[in-house]
């Protein structure tokens, strides 16, 4: 009926079966930004958020994210995910966050470096939220996967 690989040949959603794939090395980063006031960034800058130390918080939720992804994305594989860094950097504007996540199976990564990225900024603003209601998540993709039958592909490759 498709060639959509998650449906069968009746249209009915399925986990595609990966067990006849090679184990290789693979590897996806993704990134996002979260937009917010001046006050809340001071605060983050300077460790005076109430809630807490934001970035090692937000490292924390990321990492945990990454590791929970096949339970919370339909028709993801659970992953024994080898490692998973989350880098946050201050902007002019706000906070980036940067997600590695790395394997040596038979299936990507990209679902759980994203979910990584999208939960540390999650957390940043449930952090700062006391400050900035008006926090904007957005941005978040990926920038580059690495492994498996496709390859090497990069974000930039793609503009």
């Given at each position: 009926?498709t060639?959509?690989?998650?449906?069968?040949?009746?249209?009915a959603?399925?986990?595609?079966d990966?067990g006849g794939?090679?184990?290789?090395?693979r590897?996806?980063?993704a990134?996002?930004h979260?937009?917010m006031?001046?006050a809340?960034?001071?605060?983050?800058?300077?460790?005076?958020v109430?809630?807490?130390?934001?970035?090692?918080?937000?490292?924390i939720?990321?990492i945990?994210?990454?590791k929970?992804?096949?339970?919370?994305?339909p028709?993801c594989h659970p992953l024994?995910?080898d490692?998973?860094a989350?880098?946050?950097?201050?902007?002019?504007?706000?906070?980036?966050?940067?997600?590695?996540?790395s394997?040596?199976?038979?299936?990507?990564?990209?679902?759980?470096?994203?979910t990584?990225?999208?939960?540390?900024l999650?957390?940043i603003?449930?952090?700062?939220?006391?400050i900035?209601k008006?926090?904007v998540?957005?941005?978040v993709r990926?920038i580059?996967?690495?492994g498996?039958?496709?390859?090497?592909?990069?974000?930039?490759a793609?503009a």
């Open positions: 009926m060639d959509l690989t998650h449906l069968d040949e009746h249209g959603a399925r986990m595609v990966v794939k090679a184990e290789t090395a590897v996806a980063i990134s996002g979260i937009r006031n001046a809340a960034r001071a605060a983050i800058a300077s460790g005076t109430p809630k807490g130390d934001v970035f090692a918080t937000a490292r939720a990321g945990l994210a990454a929970r992804t096949g339970d919370l994305i028709l024994a995910l490692a998973v989350i880098d946050l950097a201050l902007a002019d504007d706000g906070v980036t966050a940067t997600a590695t996540a394997l040596t199976g038979r299936t990507g990564v990209e679902m759980e470096a994203l990584a990225v999208s939960i540390a999650l957390t603003y449930d952090m700062a939220k006391a900035d008006g926090m998540i957005g941005a990926l580059e996967k690495r498996g039958k496709s390859g090497t592909w990069r974000a930039d793609q």
